[in-house]
């Protein structure tokens, strides 16, 4: 803990304490103590002080810097380690490069703004900033390589479930889509580092859109935002704890007992069975009914000979 958070971890909601006995604590001087709240303040915290009674703490800024989260945590391992920086390139790739210094599992990268923010296959996420979560988690599951890919869709239901703890109804698409009314609120980049037998880390990336009021032309038709959804803003860091809770769940879920919880959950969230698709995969495109999700996670596509066709990864079309 910086000097910031151990203050803080000291001042309390419900209650006063004195100047004196944060002053003991720290091991500073009653006029250090002064100082230190000022420069919460200036940081936007809200701290009441009160003439021999002391210093409480009214209300914390919507940051996203660790001693703000850590406060609204309710897990036991993700986000445990947490790492906040105001502009990164991509948290992915900052998450990933932590992870090869040794970044335990469940440690996080949150960004106010990322300026190379990434989708997959090289497209861009537009990553303005303050408004909006930017997130990697390293994770390290104990998983062959090839068992990795259903994480995406556990990073789904999470962002899902905590939409929903947010008043909202969230849509899943197929692989990595999050959906309300119809446009893309959220998206899921997750990157692996393995060998042939063995996963290094796992970076699961998780962008949404939380109090964003615009989008630029290219996007407006397909990307809305938590705020335009449900017509107030939310609390950055209280969307980021709800998501790291639901997080480490499904993915404590996933590791113990494989992808079938996980597959039974996200199928829950998703609008799109039923309805005629384009599944592109590679250089291949296949159109059909998109019927169901397998075990695995894989998607099953009715093709028009009645064939029922299993598709591993791809980009899906309605
Ligand atoms: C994704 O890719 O949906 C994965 C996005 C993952 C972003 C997170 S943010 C934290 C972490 N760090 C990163 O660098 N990335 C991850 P894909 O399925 O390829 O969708 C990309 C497409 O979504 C773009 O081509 C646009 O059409 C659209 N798009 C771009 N930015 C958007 C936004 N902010 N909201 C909604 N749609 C967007």
Redesign the pocket.
């Known amino acids: 803990m910086d000097s910031d958070e151990r203050l803080i971890a000291l001042l309390r909601a419900d209650e006063f304490v004195s100047g004196e006995a944060i002053a003991e604590a720290l091991g500073i001087s009653r006029a250090a103590v002064a100082k230190r709240v000022d420069r919460l303040r200036e940081r936007g915290f809200a701290i009441a002080a009160a003439p021999r009674r002391g210093y409480r703490l009214d209300g914390t800024p919507d940051a996203l810097t660790a001693d703000v989260v850590a406060g609204k945590l309710t897990t036991a391992w993700l986000g445990r380690a947490w790492r906040h920086e105001a502009s990164v390139a991509?948290?992915?790739?900052e998450a990933a490069a932590w992870a090869r210094a040794g970044a335990p599992a469940g440690a996080v990268v949150v960004a106010d703004e990322?300026t190379?923010?990434?989708?997959?296959?090289g497209?861009?996420?537009?990553?303005p900033p303050g408004a909006?979560l930017?997130?990697?988690a390293v994770l390290r599951p104990p998983l062959a390589p090839h068992r990795v890919p259903p994480l995406t869709l556990a990073a789904g239901v999470a962002v899902a479930e905590a939409l929903v703890a947010f008043d909202v109804v969230p849509a899943l698409k197929w692989p990595?889509?999050v959906l309300l009314d119809g446009k893309?609120?959220a998206?899921?980049?997750t990157e692996m580092s393995a060998d042939l037998d063995r996963v290094h880390h796992v970076v699961v990336?998780?962008?949404v859109?939380l109090n964003v009021d615009a989008?630029p032309e290219e996007?407006i038709a397909?990307?809305t935002s938590l705020q335009i959804a449900r017509g107030a803003p939310v609390s950055r860091a209280e969307f980021a704890a709800a998501l790291c809770a639901r997080l480490e769940h499904w993915v404590d879920q996933f590791v113990a007992d494989g992808a079938v919880a996980v597959v039974a959950a996200w199928k829950q969230h998703a609008r799109f069975f039923g309805k005629r698709v384009s599944v592109t995969a590679g250089r291949d495109r296949m159109d059909g009914i998109a019927e169901d999700l397998d075990d695995d996670g894989a998607l099953k596509l009715r093709l028009d000979d009645g064939r029922v066709q299993r598709i591993v990864a791809g980009e899906l079309a309605i």
């Open positions: 991509s948290t992915n790739d990322q190379r923010g990434r989708g997959r296959l497209r861009r996420w537009h990553s909006s930017y997130l990697s990595n889509d893309k609120v998206g899921i980049l990336g998780i962008g859109n989008f996007l397909i990307a």
